[in-house]
């Protein structure tokens, strides 16, 4: 996975990061040991981005 610097604070985060709002139940149901399978397979590959932000 390629690393891009964020802004100028010189800490590199993953170029594709993972979008976690999937894992909620704002589409349903979540399976929670799906969800872990999904952020260990990030890690895996080596995303550093995950977008856990609340939808407001």
Same mark, same amino acid.
């Given at each position: *996975? !390629?690393? $891009?610097?964020?802004? +100028?604070?010189?800490? +590199?985060? !993953?170029?594709? @990061?993972? @979008?976690? *709002? @999937? *894992? !909620?139940?704002?589409?349903?149901?979540?399976?929670?040991?799906?969800?872990?399978?999904?952020?260990?397979?990030a890690i895996d590959l080596g995303s550093t981005f995950w977008?856990? !932000?609340? $939808?407001?």
């Amino acid at each position: *996975m !390629s690393l $891009r610097e964020l802004g +100028k604070t010189g800490v +590199k985060i !993953s170029a594709i @990061g993972l @979008g976690c *709002m @999937g *894992m !909620s139940e704002f589409y349903g149901s979540a399976d929670e040991q799906e969800n872990i399978n999904v952020l260990n397979r990030a890690i895996d590959l080596g995303s550093t981005f995950w977008d856990t !932000s609340v $939808r407001i």
